[in-house]
């Protein structure tokens, strides 16, 4: 029998039956406007205001400081155009990173078109950006960083700690300078918790986290200006306009409120999946790169350069054996771009074309590790000799 094993998790995930349970009836029955002021309005209201709170519980939050949105991309947009466009009396400045997620990036360079100056802070080996580098990035004139929490696409932790620290002393001594993350990634993955952070602005997307596609939220710490990206309605407190899509905000708040009860468990059963998955992928095929730090990362990506052998044509390969893996970011497979994350990791051309993320969930299984480690050592060794003979 063809069983098929999803290994893209990082890309988007199933949504879970109990989050589909939770929004059914906002699509049916209390299928009021959360804005109107009759008995369907007040219950949908109701089921915003509660799928807040637990948004704002999993990142230890206050309700009022998080804001629905379409998706991670959106939130990205509203944090860092948003906040650009809010203070920009207060100078020009931003600090970013090479390897953020392209919905911070391309707003940066848009930015940089409209006359703002960003500092993209390179990475060391293993991916992660230096806090020395940051330290030294910032100018009276800086009014925001952004540095996300962890990478999509090698599940390296940033040191967004340091940063939020440092941003605190900075705030103390009167600067005015802001920290966003974008936290898509590691939300559900690992604690993610404002205050400990220090950030001003954090992005989840819903569809990471086993809640449909197209809602996420912002956090925005309280005092925390922003332009808003949508106009047209007071919703979310005017700072995006719109009717809020009560379903999907319910399923964002069951999945957030599901996240943190499985926090712990979901830990380690992803690490245990992966390691699994590392060590014998290490014993069974030669001449490998595993890309990114060794421990500070996610506990569900892997992301390895087989040498000699094109992504692409690996993942199409395995796709062939029922395995869907990535090639990097979901928005850049189709083309053959080496990635620029791994490039920026220092990796040569070519390995940076054979890299392919394996990236993990929670309804993944043992029998899926060892189905991908029955069928990935022929698949390379036959792309190989492909290659060789060529
Ligand atoms: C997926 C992703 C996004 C975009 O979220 P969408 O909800 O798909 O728009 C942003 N940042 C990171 C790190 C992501 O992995």
Do not use: L, Q
């Given at each position: 029998m063809f069983r098929r094993v999803y290994l893209d998790n990082s890309a988007t995930t199933a949504v879970d039956p109990a989050v589909v349970e939770a929004m059914l009836p906002y699509l049916t029955e209390d299928y009021g406007n959360a804005s109107s002021i009759h008995f369907f309005g007040q219950r949908a209201r109701a089921a915003v205001d509660k799928a807040r709170h637990q948004v704002a519980d999993l990142l230890n939050a206050r309700p009022n400081e998080v804001i629905f949105t379409s998706g991670g991309t959106e939130s990205n947009n509203l944090a860092v155009r948003g906040f650009a466009e809010a203070n920009q009396q207060h100078g020009h400045h931003i600090i970013s990173s090479v390897i953020e997620h392209s919905a911070v990036k391309t707003v940066c360079e848009d930015l940089e078109e409209k006359g703002f100056d960003i500092t993209y802070l390179p990475v060391n080996e293993a991916g992660i950006v230096r806090i020395e580098d940051v330290a030294a990035a910032?100018?009276?004139?800086?009014?925001l960083i952004t540095v996300m929490l962890?990478?999509?696409?090698?599940g390296t932790l940033q040191p967004v700690e340091e940063i939020g620290r440092m941003v605190r002393q900075l705030k103390d001594q009167g600067h005015r300078i802001r920290f966003h993350t974008d936290a898509v990634q590691a939300a559900g993955k690992m604690p993610v918790d404002v205050e400990a952070i220090g950030c001003d602005l954090l992005s989840i997307s819903g569809h990471k986290i086993y809640a449909p596609k197209g809602i996420g939220a912002l956090y925005v710490r309280r005092g925390t200006r922003l332009h808003p990206q949508n106009i047209g309605g007071r919703q979310e407190r005017g700072i995006r306009g719109g009717t809020e899509s009560v379903p999907n905000i319910v399923a964002i708040g069951k999945a957030a409120e599901m996240a943190k009860q499985e926090l712990s468990s979901e830990i380690v059963k992803l690490s245990s999946l992966l390691s699994r998955f590392e060590s014998k992928v290490g014993e069974r095929v030669p001449d490998i790169v595993f890309n990114g730090d060794r421990d500070r990362r996610l506990p569900n990506i892997s992301n390895i350069s087989f040498r000699g052998v094109e992504g692409e044509g690996l993942l199409i390969n395995l796709d062939m054996h029922g395995i869907a893996v990535s090639t990097g970011s979901a928005c850049s497979?189709?083309?053959?771009?080496?990635?620029r994350i791994i490039a920026a990791l220092g990796r040569d051309d070519q390995l940076a074309r054979s890299a392919i993320r394996f990236s993990f969930g929670k309804n993944n299984s043992v029998e899926d590790v060892d189905q991908v480690l029955e069928v990935l050592p022929h698949a390379v060794e036959s792309l190989r000799t492909l290659s060789r003979n060529s």
């Open positions: 910032v100018r009276d004139d800086t009014i962890a990478n999509n696409e090698i497979s189709g083309s053959i771009e080496p990635s």
